[in-house]
Every structure is written in C-alpha cells, then in structure tokens.
C-alpha cells in the first residue's frame, strides 16, 4: 500500500512531442504528490507539484493531470525539448506518521532527440 | 537562499572501513532525510530526522546510522562498507515532516 508504480521505465520522444509519465498509488492517504527532475551526476530538483483536490495543475511546459477516483496522476511535458533528457521521479507523501512519509516511483529515463 | 549542500561530494573507501557523510538543510528547515540511490534500487528512503529526533527509518541494516544537531544538521554513518554500499546517498531537507523536500547534490560514494 505504500507503494507507488510508475511507468514506462524509459521513453524515448523526438523534439516537439509530449512526454508522458503515469503513475499510479494505492494508498488514499496520500495528500501530496510532487514530481522530481534529475540531471546524472546530480540531485532530485522539484518540478511541479499537486494536491488532490485539483485534477491538473499547470506550470510552463509542465502539467500534472491527477484523477483521484483511479488513484493515477500523470505529468505531461509538451513541446519536450533536448534539454528536457533526465531521469523523472514521481512521489506521493502522507500527512501524518505512518513509517515513511514520501514514497518515490522507480524513475522514467526521458531522452528527448533533436 | 542557499540550498541543501552535502559533504564531501565523492568518497573512496575500501570494504570494512566507515564513513561519515554530512547534510546542512535549507536555513531554516528542521527536517532531513536520506536516501539511497543506485540504478538497480531507485531512491531509498535511510532515515528521517526532527528537531535532532529520528521519526522514521528505512529496511536497512544497523550499519547504517544517523543524527541530527541542535542546527539541523545531520550525519550519516555507515560502519563495515560492503561493496554493495556504493551508491550515491542524498539528503533532503524540508520545514517540516511531509512537507516538501529540496534535495542536495548527493554524496558519491564508491567502495573498492
């Protein structure tokens, strides 16, 4: 239950084209979930960011589109650009003490081409 | 503001030895936790820190031990490195518990 699965592993996407990156939980107390970009050599950068009572949230090229119903959330990076290649993580916290408070997904590996 | 910063960035050592890594927060943040990232394993959670008190720990063995000050800064120790040990180990600091994390650069470390 305090897992989040995440999907596809990698993803491959020519310039110009949306990227997206699903994933899925099963806790319903889960209250936060952020979505982390990282660059190799480097440490998780925050993205975006959304609570459940929105469905999507939108920042520049970045939208996150939750639905609460299925327990899904999804971030959709349109017009994806080279610079974009990284190593996105999707995470989910709990609000009280219940062992781990954020769960990370597995990672996607973006590679944007030119 | 500055960010999260870890020390030292990279670390050589050999199996059986120990090693100490070090996070400073976020001015202000009292929460930290660390992580275990290799690219078989993905992040892992350690441990996580409040106000110099450990909230929560990670399937990990007692190797692996940690510890806030007074100034939010924290500590982690691994004691008899295993090779499976190597791994690049990350901080996050946040306000508070289940709050945002803003994490570090990570320390690299690699056990010969």
């Known amino acids: 239950q305090q897992q989040v699965k995440q999907s596809p592993q990698s993803l491959i996407v020519q310039k110009g084209g949306i990227s997206i990156i699903n994933c899925a939980y099963e806790?319903?107390?889960?209250?936060?979930f952020p979505w982390y970009q990282q660059f190799p050599g480097k440490g998780p950068a925050l993205l975006i960011a959304i609570r459940p009572d929105v469905s999507e949230k939108k920042e520049g090229r970045f939208t996150i589109s939750f639905n609460k119903s299925a327990k899904q959330f999804s971030l959709h990076i349109m017009d994806s650009q080279p610079g974009d290649s990284a190593t996105y993580f999707c995470?989910?916290?709990?609000?009280?003490?219940?062992?781990?408070?954020?769960?990370f997904g597995p990672g996607t590996r973006l590679s944007v081409l030119p | 503001k500055a960010g999260v910063t870890q020390t030292p960035r990279y670390l050589i050592k050999t199996r059986g030895q120990q090693v100490t890594l070090s996070c400073s927060p976020i001015?202000?943040?009292?929460?930290v936790s660390w992580y275990q990232q290799t690219p078989g394993q993905g992040l892992q959670f350690l441990f996580e820190y409040f106000s110099e008190t450990q909230r929560n720990k990670g399937n990990f063995p007692g190797r692996f031990s940690g510890r806030q000050f007074s100034n939010s800064r924290s500590e982690m120790n691994v004691s008899t490195l295993e090779l499976g040990d190597s791994a690049l180990y990350l901080c996050a600091s946040s306000l508070y518990p289940s709050d945002t994390q803003y994490f570090g650069p990570g320390t690299r470390l690699t056990v010969l």
């Open positions: 806790n319903t107390a889960f209250d936060y």
């Open positions: 995470a989910a916290s709990i609000p009280d003490n219940y062992g781990q408070n954020f769960v």
């Open positions: 001015s202000g943040h009292r929460s």
